[in-house]
C-alpha cells in the first residue's frame, strides 16, 4: 500500500473565506497586537523557564556526544619496545571495556594476597580472564606433636560468592607447608592427618582445590638432598593428589578437587639436588593437576638486574619439558611477575620490590627515559637519589607480551605473582 500523501496547507489569499474571531474595531480598522506590560512578562517568563528545563536536562558539563570507547592495548598502539614515562602514565589506568575477551587461551592462575586488597577487586573486575584463582590464606604447620591449618581468619567467602557468579573460575587456595618434614613425611599418622585437614577445609569452605607451597620448605630442610626423605616427599604428594581425586568439588560436583604443586625453576645449569626435574614431574604427572613455576626473582639486591630474563624462562622449561609442545607442557603454570624492583646500584647494594603505584610515583617524579633491553626482553630506566644511583626493573605491556608468547609457543598456562600489584591495563593483554 503506497504511502498516504500530506495535503500541502494552502497560504491563505485575498480571495479565501478567512475571518477574524475579533470583532473589528468601530472605524473598521483591525487591533492592534503591540509588546503590552502584561504580554511582556508572560514572554519573560516563558524564556526562563526554558532555559530551566535546558539545565535540567542537560548533563552539567559533559557534552552531547557519547565518549569514546577505549580500545585495547592492542589496538592502541601500546605494545612496543618504543615507550615513554609519559605513555604510561597517560594510558595506564584506561582499560579495554571489552572485558570479557580473553587473547590467552590457555589456562591462568592468579595469585591474590591478604596484603593487597586491590587483588580481590582485579579478580572480580576481570573475572573472565582466569581459569584458577588462589587466594594466599592458609599455613599448615607444626605445633608440638600435632599438625594446625592456621588461615581460617583470611577466608572471604562473600567474595569467593561474587567470583562464582561472575563465570566458571577454580578457586584454589594457597597452602604453605611450614610444618617439620619429619613430622609429615615420616610418620604415617601424622601424614594422613595433614590429608585429612586440607580435604576437609575443601569440603567445608566449598574449594575447589589448593595450591601446595611446599618444594622450598623441603629444600631449606635438606629434605630433597636426602634419597629416602626426597622419595617420601614425593610419595607425599602422590598420596595426597589420589586422595583429591577422589573426592568431587563441592561447587561443582561434576570434578574432583585439584592439587597444583609450586615448583622452582632451575637456577644453574645442572640440575641440583632441591631443582624440580623432569623425572619429578613424570612422576607426579598423574597424582597433580598443574605446576605453578616459579619463573621470577631471578635478580635480588645482592645482584641487581632483570625480574626474568626470558632466555632464563626459556632455558627452565627447556630442561623441564625437553621440547615446546611435549606430553605436559599443559600441566605448567608459567610464573610472570605483575611487580618489579627498585635496585641500589652502588657499594653494598640494597633496594627490593616495588608495586604498580610506586612504579607510577617513580615516573611522576623522575620522569626517566625506559630503555629496552633485547637480551632480558625488559624495560629498565635509571635515576638518582641522595646521589646513590637506582635502576628500576618493572613490567611493561610489550614485557609481559614476549612472556605470553612464549607460554603460547610452548603451549603452557600462566601463573600471575600476583594480581594486585601490577598496572590496570596489564590485564587487557590476558
Not at 500500500?1 to 470583532?23: E, G, I, L, N
Not at 480598522?29 to 524564556?47: A, C, D, I, Q
Request: hydrophobic share 40%.
Amino acid at each position: 500500500m503506497p504511502p498516504r500523501r500530506r495535503d500541502r496547507r494552502k497560504p491563505a489569499t485575498s480571495t479565501d473565506p478567512v475571518q477574524s474571531d475579533r470583532p473589528d474595531q468601530a472605524d473598521g480598522s483591525k487591533p492592534h497586537l503591540g509588546f503590552t506590560p502584561s504580554r511582556v512578562v508572560f514572554l519573560f517568563v516563558l524564556f526562563l523557564s526554558s532555559i530551566s528545563l535546558l539545565i535540567i536536562y542537560l548533563p552539567s558539563g559533559t557534552s552531547p556526544v557519547p565518549p569514546a570507547t577505549v580500545l585495547s592495548v592492542y589496538e592502541r598502539g601500546l605494545v612496543t619496545p618504543d615507550i615513554s614515562y609519559k605513555d604510561i602514565l597517560a594510558e595506564n589506568e584506561r582499560v579495554s571495556e571489552n572485558r570479557s575477551h580473553r587473547h590467552f587461551l590457555n589456562p591462568v592462575l592468579a595469585y591474590v594476597t591478604p596484603w593487597n586488597s586491590k587483588g580481590y577487586d582485579m579478580a572480580k573486575v576481570f573475572n573472565s580472564k582466569f581459569t584458577h584463582i588462589s587466594p594466599v590464606w592458609y599455613q599448615l604447620k607444626s605445633e608440638g606433636n600435632k599438625l594446625i591449618l592456621q588461615g581460617q581468619h583470611d577466608v572471604d567467602l562473600g567474595w569467593i560468592s561474587e567470583l562464582r557468579k561472575g563465570g566458571n573460575l577454580l578457586v584454589v587456595p594457597r597452602i604453605l607447608l611450614e610444618a617439620i618434614p619429619a613430622e609429615v613425611l615420616v610418620k604415617k599418622k601424622q601424614l594422613s592427618k595433614a590429608i585429612d585437614l586440607i580435604i576437609r577445609e575443601c569440603q567445608e569452605m566449598g574449594f575447589d582445590g589448593i595450591v601446595l607451597e611446599s618444594w622450598l620448605s623441603w629444600a631449606a630442610y635438606g629434605v630433597l638432598n636426602d634419597p629416602e626423605l626426597r622419595m617420601m616427599a614425593l610419595n607425599f604428594i602422590k598420596q595426597l593428589g589420589e586422595t583429591m581425586h577422589s573426592v568431587n568439588s563441592g561447587p561443582n560436583p561434576s570434578q574432583h578437587l585439584q592439587l597444583i604443586l609450586v615448583i622452582s625453576p632451575v637456577r644453574s645449569e645442572k640440575l641440583s639436588g632441591y631443582d624440580f626435574g623432569p623425572e619429578d614431574l613424570k612422576q607426579l604427572a598423574d597424582s597433580v593437576d598443574g605446576f605453578s613455576l616459579m619463573t621470577y626473582d631471578f635478580s635480588s639486591p645482592q645482584k641487581p638486574g632483570p625480574n626474568a630474563p626470558l632466555e632464563w624462562i626459556k632455558y627452565s622449561l627447556g630442561v623441564l619439558l625437553g621440547d615446546k609442545g611435549a606430553e605436559h607442557a599443559h600441566m605448567i603454570f608459567l610464573g610472570i611477575n605483575f611487580y618489579g624492583n627498585d635496585f641500589v646500584i652502588a657499594e653494598g647494594f640494597g633496594g627490593g620490590p616495588i608495586i604498580g603505584r610506586e612504579f607510577i610515583s617513580l615516573l611522576e617524579k623522575h620522569k626517566p627515559a625506559l630503555l629496552w633491553e633485547k637480551r632480558s626482553s625488559e624495560h629498565y630506566f635509571s635515576y638518582m637519589h641522595d646521589n646513590v644511583k637506582h635502576a628500576v626493573f618493572f613490567p611493561t605491556l610489550m614485557s609481559i607480551s614476549a612472556r605470553l608468547d612464549e607460554a603460547r609457543a610452548w603451549g603452557t598456562g600462566l601463573s600471575i605473582w600476583e594480581i594486585g600489584q601490577g598496572l590496570d591495563y596489564f590485564f587487557d593483554l590476558l
